[in-house]
């Protein structure tokens, strides 16, 4: 069965750090293209970062750049996300993917289960 498990969420205050991780199981993931994507309450899910296969690019949302990190470690089978200066705007579930490299949803072909991040004032 191959599975992509977030973990690492949590709830913490407003100027804080978290960082999510995504394990692989199931099959390698080291030649797909990792992501992370989010989705509030009411809201239509959204892009937050990716990299590529090799980890040599990456892209953020306008939204989180400069304040989230996306990192791998193929050995692992593993993608990260490095949440600092956190903001309440920042509360969502947090799902990870992977597939090609894009901003778009369509892009990736293997979902985890989501992660909440839910972040106070």
């Known amino acids: 069965q191959v599975l992509l498990v977030e973990s690492g969420g949590g709830l913490v205050q407003a100027g804080g750090s978290l960082r999510l991780s995504c394990a692989g199981s199931g099959r390698t993931f080291s030649t797909y293209a990792r992501a992370w994507f989010r989705q509030a309450p009411g809201k239509e899910r959204e892009f937050v970062a990716a990299i590529t296969w090799t980890g040599a690019t990456s892209i953020y949302a306008d939204s989180v750049e400069g304040r989230f990190t996306i990192s791998r470690d193929n050995a692992k089978n593993t993608v990260y996300l490095q949440m600092n200066s956190l903001k309440p705007e920042d509360t969502a579930v947090y799902y990870c993917?992977?597939?090609?490299?894009?901003?778009?949803?369509?892009?990736?072909?293997?979902w985890g289960q989501g992660t909440q991040v839910t972040v106070s004032s």
């Open positions: 993917a992977a597939g090609n490299f894009g901003r778009v949803g369509d892009d990736y072909e293997y």
